[in-house]
Nanobody
Framework: QVQLVESGGGLVQAGGSLRLSCAAS????????MGWFRQRLGKEREFVAA????????KYADSLKGRFTISRDNAKNTVYLQMNSLEPEDTALYYC???????????????????WGPGIQVTVSA
């Protein structure tokens, strides 16, 4: 079992940037495909980005492509989400998710992930 904890959230003005981190502990991090999801107020949890266990494959929600970048450092047991040109519509709780995996696949559905962090708030002011 892996434990996940997000950090790096907070309040930022529109047009600004934030980098979220998700630290993993408990198991071999490089055996986990990872993803970021977010939940806006009154909405369902939605896919943001995913990365394969090696980091060689990434996938993004179409609406976020070009502004968000997912990456990982397996030596540091950490996955990152760099968010640029933030908009008020990006305000949400952001969740890190993990799935034990031995392939090079990425996973886009929240139902495909077994492990979740508690979430971290990102607020973008106009």
């Amino acid at each position: 079992q892996v434990q996940l904890v997000e950090s790096g959230g907070g309040l930022v003005q529109a047009g600004g940037s934030l980098r979220l981190s998700c630290a993993a502990s408990g198991r071999t991090f490089s055996n986990y495909a990872m993803g970021w999801f977010r939940q806006r107020l009154g909405k369902e949890r939605e896919f943001v980005a995913a990365i394969s266990r090696s980091g060689g494959t990434t996938k993004y929600a179409d609406s976020l492509k070009g502004r968000f970048t997912i990456s990982r450092d397996n030596a540091k047991n950490t996955v990152y989400l760099q968010m640029n040109s933030l908009e008020p519509e990006d305000t949400a709780l952001y969740y890190c998710a993990g799935r034990l995996d031995y392939s090079s696949y990425v996973y886009l559905s929240r139902n495909e992930y077994n492990y979740w962090g508690p979430g971290i708030q990102v607020t973008v002011s106009a």
